[in-house]
């Protein structure tokens, strides 16, 4: 029990990060474009989990990510 208290704050990261991943699976079998295209969901699912879990907008991000290349 103390295990999954210690996953609360990174619930939605998890419970997004797996969906994508089932999701990739399904439309995927074996070899290296699917493999990317496996890679690419899951990140896509890891980023919206953390977003969820920081309560950050996406103008939020898309501002931080223009102030990052406008260095």
Do not use: C, H
């Amino acid at each position: 029990m103390k295990k999954l208290k210690a996953l609360a704050p990174y619930r939605n990261q998890l419970i997004f990060t797996v969906l994508f991943v089932v999701i990739a699976i399904l439309f995927m079998t074996l070899g290296f474009w699917k493999t990317m295209l496996l890679i690419l969901f899951t990140s896509i699912g890891l980023f919206i989990g953390t977003m969820q879990d920081e309560k950050r907008s996406i103008s939020s991000i898309i501002a931080t990510i223009q102030a990052f290349f406008e260095r």
